[in-house]
């Protein structure tokens, strides 16, 4: 199984970023995904998840800026960041849960740096 994350970089606040993750070696329909993020010194958070039927939900930090969407055919995730902020800043990991198995697995990482 392989989750790879790409699309982070350095934007300005106020900016967009679009992130995507390609999964590969697993039945994709069978897992919930998500989104988390952890700033230097802070503990990993969660950002968003989106379930195989299209729910979703997001953290109060991101609702109204962030959307997670998910691709069935293509198997990929997306997390379409807008009015970025400061503190919007650190490694974004993409994950994928199958809730039969409670199998977790993550992606390596992307860096998104929001500056002035």
């Known amino acids: 199984v392989q989750l790879v994350e790409a699309?982070?970089?350095l934007v300005q606040a106020g900016g967009s970023l679009r992130l995507s993750c390609a999964t590969s070696g697993m039945s994709f329909v069978s897992y919930r995904t998500g989104w988390y993020r952890?700033?230097?010194?802070?503990q990993r958070e969660w950002v968003a998840t989106i379930y195989s039927g299209g729910s979703t939900n997001y953290a109060d930090s991101v609702?109204?800026?962030f959307t997670i969407s998910r691709d069935n055919?293509?198997?990929t995730v997306y997390l379409?960041?807008?009015s970025l902020k400061l503190?919007?800043?650190a490694v974004y990991y993409c994950n994928a849960h199958?809730?039969?198995t409670a199998t977790d697995?993550?992606?390596q990482g992307t860096q998104v740096t929001v500056s002035f």
């Open 7 to 9: 699309g982070g970089g």
């Open 38 to 42: 952890q700033a230097p010194g802070n």
């Open 63 to 65: 609702k109204g800026r």
């Open 73 to 75: 055919a293509k198997n």
């Open 80 to 82: 379409q960041m807008n």
């Open 87 to 89: 503190e919007d800043t």
């Open 98 to 100: 199958h809730t039969g």
């Open 105 to 107: 697995y993550w992606g």
